[in-house]
T-cell receptor
Framework: DTGVSQNPRHKITKRGQNVTFRCDPI?????LYWYRQTLGQGPEFLTYFQNEAQLEKSRLLSDRFSAERPKGSFSTLEIQRTEQGDSAMYLC??????????FGQGTRLTVV | RKEVEQDPGPFNVPEGATVAFNCTYS??????FFWYRQDCRKEPKLLMS???SGNEDGRFTAQLNRASQYISLLIRDSKLSDSATYLCVVIGGGINTNAGKSTFGDGTTLTVKP
């Protein structure tokens, strides 16, 4: 399968713990995006990479969120000191040069 | 007011009907526009790009009206399999000339009934 791959698919964590998610984009896609989606809402933009450079970051993102794409291939999204409000589906997408993006199946985070 | 707004619906239509969705956006500097389809508990899937000149793909037609700042999606001859949530997305237009920031609407739910 050469689509966008996200791991883990599900994560349950206790409030205050740190969590890290991984995204493997479609091979050779140079753009990578992270979104958060809650029930009944559209995906909410978090951040965007072109190769290894993080070019855009939502103002909505607090300092507890950080994302990296160290070699311009896979990316990680870390949430520190998780809160119940962080419970959501975290979606990763990738694209080749243009803005038409293909999504992974997401990581569903539940903070208890 | 949200940057991108859609009528949430739900739109309930019989098979064979024609249905249209609109999506309005507030940033006149926005650069790219798309429609995505999202099935329940699945990831969004790219449906089609939207251009001022219109874009047609089989039963689906998308249109951009820059003057009025809205995009539309028309589905002709609806099928049961068209039942899904349709998300519009607007890309770019920030102070940073980078066009990566994308803003999704909250989606319009379509149910096609036999």
């Amino acid at each position: 399968d050469t689509g966008v791959s996200q791991n883990p698919r599900h994560k349950i964590t206790k409030r205050g713990q740190n969590v890290t998610f991984r995204c493997d984009p479609i091979s050779e896609h140079n753009r990578l995006y992270w979104y958060r989606q809650t029930l009944g809402q559209g995906p909410e933009f978090l951040t965007y990479f072109q190769n290894e450079a993080q070019l855009e970051k939502s103002r909505l993102l607090s300092d507890r969120f950080s994302a990296e794409r160290p070699k311009g291939s896979f990316s990680t999204l870390e949430i520190q000191r998780t809160e119940q409000g962080d419970s959501a589906m975290y979606l990763c997408a990738s694209s080749l040069f243009g803005p038409e993006a293909f999504f992974g199946q997401g990581t569903r985070l539940t903070v208890v | 007011r949200k940057e991108v707004e859609q009528d949430p619906g739900p739109f309930n239509v019989p098979e064979g009907a024609t249905v249209a969705f609109n999506c309005t956006y507030s940033n006149s500097a926005s650069q790219s526009f798309f429609w995505y389809r999202q099935d329940c508990r699945k990831e969004p899937k790219l449906l089609m790009s939207v251009y001022s000149s219109g874009n047609e793909d089989g039963r689906f037609t998308a249109q951009l009206n820059r003057a009025s700042q809205y995009i539309s999606l028309l589905i002709r001859d609806s099928k049961l399999s068209d039942s899904a949530t349709y998300l519009c997305v607007v890309i770019g237009g920030g102070i940073n000339t980078n066009a990566g920031k994308s803003t999704f609407g909250d989606g319009t739910t379509l149910t096609v009934k036999p």
